[in-house]
C-alpha cells in the first residue's frame, strides 16, 4: 500500500549491498522541538539516487521502505549541530551493535563530529561529478589493485603447494608425509588471506594518495561509509588489526610446515 511522508528532509545517504544498494535517510519535521523521526528508505535506480539532494525537503511516495516518487519542496540550511544530533539518532536506530561498538559509540565522550564529514564536505563529495578519464583511471587502477591483491598470493599458495606435493620433496619426509602435507598446505590458507588483506588496504590507501583521482575515490568511500571521514593512510586500529591476525596466521603456517618435517 502506498503511503505519503510529508516535508521530509533527506540528511544522509549511503550505498549499500544489494538489494538496497541505494540507501537514503529522512527526517520528519519536529514536533514541540522533539527530535525528528528517522526513517530508512531506499530507490532502485541510481538515476532516482543522483537526483535527490542532501539538504532537500520532499514529499516521498513509498511503499514498504522503497521510494516510489518524491516531489521537491524545498530546502534546508543544515547546520552541523543539526546534523551530528540526526546522525547520532540514525546509528542508534540502524547501526548494529558490531557497528556501534567499532565507532565508540557505547563510550561516555563519543561524539559524531569526530568521525563523521561536516554536512558542507559531505554534501559536497557526494554531489562530486568527475570527468570521463578521472572515473575510467580510477576505476581501473581499483580492477587491477583487486586482481594484484588476489593472484600475487593465490601465485604463491599454488606454488608452495606445488613444492610441497613433488614427488622429490616428499620422499624427504617421512612415512607420514602424504597426510602431513595437504594438512600443512589447509593451515597455510589462512596466511594468504591476511596477504591478500594486507595487499588490498595498503594499494587503495596508495590510491587514496594519488591526486588526480583522490576526490572521486573520497566519494566512494563516502558513499559507502555514509559520510565517515575516511583517512588517507592506514589507522592505527587497522595496523592493530592487521598485525595480530597476521601474527597469528603466521604462527600457525610456521607450526603446521614444522610439523610437516618432525611427523
Not at 43 to 49: E, G, I, L, P, T
Not at 67 to 76: E, L, Y
Not at 94 to 105: A, P, S, V
Request: aromatic letters at 14%; glycine letters at 4%.
Amino acid at each position: 500500500m502506498k503511503q505519503t511522508l510529508h516535508d521530509a528532509m533527506l540528511f544522509s545517504v549511503e550505498r549499500g549491498a544489494y538489494p538496497y544498494k541505494y540507501r537514503l535517510y529522512f527526517a520528519e519535521p519536529s514536533v514541540n522541538g522533539e527530535m525528528p523521526e528517522i526513517h530508512r528508505m531506499y530507490v532502485r535506480s541510481r538515476r532516482a539516487f543522483s537526483r535527490l539532494k542532501l539538504g532537500g525537503i520532499y514529499d516521498v511516495d513509498y511503499r514498504g521502505i522503497r521510494v516510489i516518487d518524491t516531489k521537491t519542496i524545498g530546502t534546508h540550511d543544515m547546520t552541523d549541530d543539526e546534523y551530528f544530533d540526526l546522525l547520532y539518532v540514525r546509528d542508534r536506530m540502524f547501526q548494529d551493535k558490531n557497528n556501534k561498538k567499532r565507532l565508540g559509540m557505547y563510550d561516555k565522550d563519543y561524539d559524531p563530529e569526530q568521525i563523521y564529514y561536516t554536512f558542507d564536505v559531505f554534501k559536497s563529495l557526494v554531489e562530486y561529478k568527475p570527468g570521463f578519464w578521472q572515473a575510467f583511471t580510477a576505476n581501473a587502477l581499483k580492477l587491477f589493485c583487486y586482481f594484484l591483491s588476489f593472484l600475487v598470493p593465490i601465485a604463491l599458495y599454488l606454488l608452495l603447494v606445488y613444492l610441497f606435493s613433488s614427488s622429490g620433496f616428499i620422499t624427504t619426509l617421512s612415512s607420514r608425509g602424504a597426510v602431513t602435507v595437504p594438512i600443512t598446505a589447509i593451515c597455510i590458507i589462512p596466511f594468504i588471506i591476511w596477504i591478500m588483506s594486507i595487499l588490498h588496504t595498503a594499494i587503495m590507501t596508495l590510491l587514496l594518495n594519488v591526486p588526480y583521482i583522490m576526490p572521486y575515490m573520497l566519494k566512494i568511500y563516502a558513499l559507502r561509509l555514509a559520510g565517515i571521514r575516511k583517512s588517507c593512510v592506514i589507522e592505527d586500529d587497522t595496523r592493530k588489526s592487521l598485525f595480530i591476525s597476521g601474527a597469528i596466521t603466521l604462527t600457525i603456517a610456521v607450526i603446521s610446515v614444522i610439523i610437516m618435517f618432525v611427523i
